[in-house]
């Protein structure tokens, strides 16, 4: 084989580099392992090489879609501000994390963020705080990119504000000021439904 045949060598990094082009280009729904292959011309069972199977790559894509978050040490709302904004980077970014969070899948490098900065204002129970207002990130993130993109196929109802995230931003930053709540108390527990 000339140089020019020779088949392009490939590892985790560029199959993982391909699949977040392709979450960009076909979102969530539509990545797919026969996809990220043809995109580097090579055959699926060749990607089972460097990952073992789908949900160990989407896990490695959470896990580089909030490593851009801050350790911690810019404060709750700044560090909470941050990873919504990695969320938002991708499409379907926030749909992706939750999903790999919620099957416990990656690593826990977002809430330990949320955490750090909990405990460096002097939170009793951050772990307990940055669980929760890492929830709320998730849902609030996936509640936008999901409006955002009904909008843009124009399946919003006609009573829809033009601007489907006017003040969004703005519950936001409510929503993590209530759930940091007073930080030198410890959370109130709650029992369970009535």
Same mark, same amino acid.
């Given at each position: 084989? %000339? ?10 990094? &560029? ?15 539509? !990545?797919?392992?026969? +996809? ?5 011309? *090579? ?7 460097? *990952? ?11 896990? +580089? #879609?909030?490593?851009?978050?801050? &350790?911690?040490? @810019?404060? *709750?709302?700044? %560090?909470?501000?941050?990873? +919504? ?5 991708? @499409?379907? /970014?926030?749909?992706?994390? !939750? &999903? ?18 909990? @405990? ?12 929760? #207002?890492?929830?709320?990130?998730? /849902?609030?993130?996936?509640? *936008?990119?999901? +409006? ?5 196929? /124009? ?5 829809? $504000? ?6 969004? $931003?703005?519950?936001?930053?409510? /929503? ?13 527990? @709650?029992?369970?439904?009535?």
């Amino acid at each position: 084989m %000339t140089p020019e045949t020779t088949p392009a060598r490939h590892d985790r990094e &560029s199959v993982s580099r391909a699949a977040l082009v392709l979450l960009d280009e076909v979102g969530l729904a539509d !990545l797919s392992m026969r +996809r990220i292959a043809a995109r580097l011309d *090579v055959q699926p069972s060749a990607l089972y090489w460097h *990952v073992a199977n789908k949900q160990e790559l989407l896990a490695d894509l959470a896990d +580089r #879609i909030t490593a851009v978050v801050p &350790s911690g040490d @810019r404060g *709750v709302l700044a %560090t909470a501000r941050a990873l +919504r904004d990695a969320l938002f980077a991708y @499409r379907d /970014g926030a749909e992706l994390v !939750l &999903s790999t969070y919620a099957l416990q899948l990656g690593s826990a490098q977002a809430q330990d963020a949320l955490t750090a900065a909990l @405990r460096a204002e002097g939170a009793t129970d951050a772990e307990d705080r940055g669980a929760a #207002i890492l929830h709320f990130v998730l /849902g609030h993130a996936t509640l *936008v990119q999901q +409006r955002m993109h009904a909008d843009s196929h /124009g399946a919003l109802p006609p009573s829809a $504000d033009a601007d489907v995230t006017a003040g969004l $931003d703005r519950v936001f930053d409510l /929503g993590v000021i209530a759930l940091a709540g007073d930080l030198s108390a410890p959370a109130t527990p @709650r029992r369970g439904p009535a």
